[in-house]
């Protein structure tokens, strides 16, 4: 049973526009939420978070917003650069003030087009 | 550079053999997690030690133990490997076992592990 879910396998973008890639997540428990970036070869680097008491966390061209009603969130680069491609996995915990591991999604394959 | 080493970088390995996974956190980390990833999987936890202690337990088989030492490294062993344990194997840390999501994990490059 997946509880963090990232539906799109890949996306495609141009260099210069928005890409938005998105994650949906089952466990009401969960309140911290992050995107972590991942290049071949290479351990996933931390990219941006967000708590469960915001609905928006934004870091230079990283935004991350949060809808806890529909248990979705995503993440917006813009503008987006051909250096942005690579997976991106989404992680969510319950671990406020707690101790739980990370749930981490697939990822999404970004590919920045120039 | 996220601070956190791993070795080997690569590992290929029989069926039915047993392998040892090592990491060393960052300075000051006193949290290592060891997290699985599969083909076209995402990462699935499997264990973490605080301070030389266990703290948490995910997916982990029987068949896998790990350990962290006095120095804070740590070593995931894995026994009796099937051709479905083909995979990276990373390890991350974090500052304390308590705060682990207030202050994000830091991965290593992982190993990537072969059972032929």
């Known amino acids: 049973d997946q509880q963090v879910k990232q539906n799109s396998p890949s996306l495609s973008v141009q260099e210069g526009r928005i890409s938005i890639l998105n994650c949906d997540y089952t466990?009401?428990?969960?309140?911290?939420f992050l995107w972590y970036k991942k290049y071949p070869a290479e351990g996933p680097t931390f990219l941006i978070s967000?708590?469960?008491?915001?609905d928006k966390n934004e870091d230079g061209r990283f935004t991350v917003f949060l809808n806890k009603s529909a248990k979705h969130l995503s993440l917006h680069i813009v503008p987006s650069q051909p250096g942005d491609s690579a997976v991106y996995f989404c992680?969510?915990?319950?671990?406020?003030?707690?101790?739980?591991?990370?749930?981490f999604g697939k990822g999404t394959r970004l590919s920045v087009i120039a | 550079d996220s601070g956190v080493t791993q070795t080997p970088k690569h590992l290929i390995t029989a069926t039915g053999q047993r392998v040892t996974l090592r990491c060393s956190p960052r300075?000051?980390?006193?949290?290592v997690y060891w997290y699985q990833q599969s083909l076209d999987q995402g990462l699935q936890f499997l264990i973490q030690?605080?301070?030389?202690?266990?703290?948490a337990k995910g997916n982990i088989l029987e068949r896998f133990s790990a350990q962290q030492f006095p120095d804070l490294h740590s070593e995931l062993n894995l026994s009796s490997l099937e051709l479905g344990d083909s995979a990276l194997y990373f390890c991350?840390?974090?500052?304390?076992?308590?705060?682990?999501?207030?202050?994000?994990?830091?991965f290593g490059q992982g190993t990537r592990l072969t059972v032929v």
């Open positions: 991350a840390s974090s500052v304390g076992g308590d705060k682990f999501a207030t202050t994000e994990a830091f």
């Open positions: 466990n009401s428990m969960f309140d911290y």
């Open positions: 967000i708590s469960s008491i915001k």
């Open positions: 992680a969510a915990s319950g671990s406020w003030g707690g101790n739980t591991p990370l749930v």
């Open positions: 300075s000051g980390d006193l949290s």
């Open positions: 030690y605080y301070n030389g202690e266990e703290r």
